[in-house]
């Protein structure tokens, strides 16, 4: 059994009365309305023990009167983690955060919010300040929020166009991590309802785009045939050129790696067609068909 020395239990005994009497404290400064004194005084307190479950409650309530959205985000979602058996009353909290912080146009504040009410409550409708952050998210580029909350918005649109919209959004943010297996279902879905007229022919480039990353990953991995596969529908009506483009470079390699030489430099030309002397798919075409033409015998 593991023993405290002297010293150590008044170093323990000190740091526990020292976070209750900045409790007290912060407790006087918010019965006073003094609410960044008390949020300052909680915030002491949660250094010296970490924090309590109702001095977490609190910082929040704090935090909130003095317009600190962020460290009141932080502040219920760190209750929430602490005590799950106070998992609503946080989720309530971030709730009443969500909605000021859109009011203030904290965005930084709003997403935290709705990270946090995703993890504490998932099942409770996130309302129309989703649309506002996920979009946000897009804006400043950053991936993994707008991944997380674009379909949530989607969910919460108000009618189907401005829900496929969003979806179309979606696809592209998972073209961008190349997680192009689920952004080929998303511009399928969009196109086959065609609901949102706006952005139907963009979905189209969409799964263009798609199937030529999912293309240049199956050969990468050695599949020139589940390749070939994508590179055709990459080629489908709706593709941008340089997709199409690409695509016929890629079936090339695909043609290549068969042994089919004639079929590779077809393809090639192909890749050639509509391009401009020097752009990046001509010039790797050229390169290639320069390497067939030497290989081939005399």
Known sequence: MRRFTPA??????????????HEELGDRAYAAGSYVD????????????AGSADLLAKAGAAAM??????????????????DRSRADEAADGLDR???????????TALASALTGLREVAPRRPLGRYVVLAALDAVDRGDTAEARALLPVAAASAVDAARADSLLFVYGMMLVRVRECSTAVRVFEGVI?????????????????????????????QG????????????????ASPDVVRGAFLGLGDVRLAQGDIAGAMESYQQALAGGTPG???????????????????E
């Open 38 to 49: 008390a949020l300052a005084e909680y915030q002491l307190g949660r250094k010296a023990n």
């Open 8 to 21: 150590l239990l008044v170093v323990a005994l000190a740091c526990t009365r020292s976070a209750a009497n």
């Open 279 to 297: 752009d990046t798919i001509s010039q790797r075409a050229q390169e290639k068909l320069n390497a067939l033409g030497k290989a081939e015998p």
């Open 192 to 220: 086959r309802r065609q609901r949102a007229a706006v952005v139907v022919e963009s979905a189209r480039e969409g799964l263009g785009l798609c199937a030529l990353v999912e293309g240049q990953i199956a050969l990468e």
């Open 65 to 82: 009167h003095a317009e600190d959205y962020e460290l009141a985000a932080e502040s219920y979602r760190a209750l929430a983690k602490r």
């Open 223 to 238: 599949r020139p045939t589940d390749a070939e596969g994508w590179f055709r529908r990459a080629t489908a009506p709706g």
């Open 97 to 107: 955060v969500a909605r000021a912080a859109l009011a203030a146009n904290d965005r």
